[in-house]
T-cell receptor
Framework: GAGVSQSPSNKVTEKGKDVELRCDPI?????LYWYRQRLGQGLEFLIY????????KSGLPSDRFSAERTGESVSTLTIQRTQQEDSAVYLC??????????????FGPGTRLTVL | GQSLEQPSEVTAVEGAIVQINCTYQ??????LSWYQQHDGGAPTFLSY????GLEETGRFSSFLSRSDSYGYLLLQELQMKDSASYFC???????????FGKGTRLSVIA
């Protein structure tokens, strides 16, 4: 596709359930990022994948959060035993990440997660 | 680590000029970026400054002073559609993710 896509666009779940959020980056983009954005707040970095390097997981808020990436394509963010405070929009972004300074991050439309 | 400060809200009149400031603290510095986000939408890239000075793109300009760890986004000839949140972001090392400020909500009024 032409841009970053995410699915589902909306997810409502019950507290304690596990959820999986999917991100399809722009084809050819080696870098992929996940951010969380609570209502009216800024973007909170969660995790970063760059090619075959070990992911930067420094932003994951707890061990309930994990993410995987298949090669340089699809990524899945998994939240286990969801809590109400996990309710937010989860944004995925990708960049060509040639290592240069001007790498622009292109964002997907996000997944709005609501934990009841 | 990194931290960025920007005003939480700004209101301006249609047709006017508005400046949104951003100060940052980083261990390294690989440039200052600005992103726009409309309500319910995804952030979109506006501009990038790696060197001191002003970068102009149409009605939008962005300025950077590395010695002052300061930058701003300047929006001219404001239009109602410019009402959105504006985020400054920095990357302190190559091949690292952007760190975003908390955003400035711009309201353009008639």
């Amino acid at each position: 596709g032409a841009g970053v896509s995410q699915s589902p666009s909306n997810k409502v779940t019950e507290k304690g359930k596990d959820v999986e959020l999917r991100c399809d980056p722009i084809s050819g983009h080696t870098a992929l990022y996940w951010y969380r954005q609570r209502l009216g707040q800024g973007l909170e970095f969660l995790i970063y994948f760059q090619g075959n390097s070990a992911p930067d997981k420094s932003g994951l808020p707890s061990d309930r959060f994990s993410a995987e990436r298949t090669g340089e394509s699809v990524s899945t963010l998994t939240i286990q035993r969801t809590q109400q405070e996990d309710s937010a929009v989860y944004l995925c972004a990708s960049s060509s990440s040639t290592g240069g300074m001007t790498d622009t991050q292109y964002f997907g439309p996000g997944t709005r997660l609501t934990v009841l | 680590g990194q931290s960025l400060e920007q005003p939480s809200e700004v209101t301006a009149v249609e047709g006017a000029i508005v400046q949104i400031n951003c100060t940052y603290q980083t261990s390294g510095f690989y440039g200052l970026s600005w992103y726009q986000q409309h309500d319910g939408g995804a952030p979109t890239f506006l501009s990038y400054n790696a060197l001191d000075g002003l970068e102009e793109t149409g009605r939008f300009s962005s300025f950077l002073s590395r010695s002052d760890s300061y930058g701003y986004l300047l929006l001219q000839e404001l239009q109602m559609k410019d009402s959105a949140s504006y985020f400054c972001a920095v990357r302190d090392l190559g091949n690292t993710p952007l760190v975003f400020g908390k955003g400035t909500r711009l309201s353009v009024i008639a």
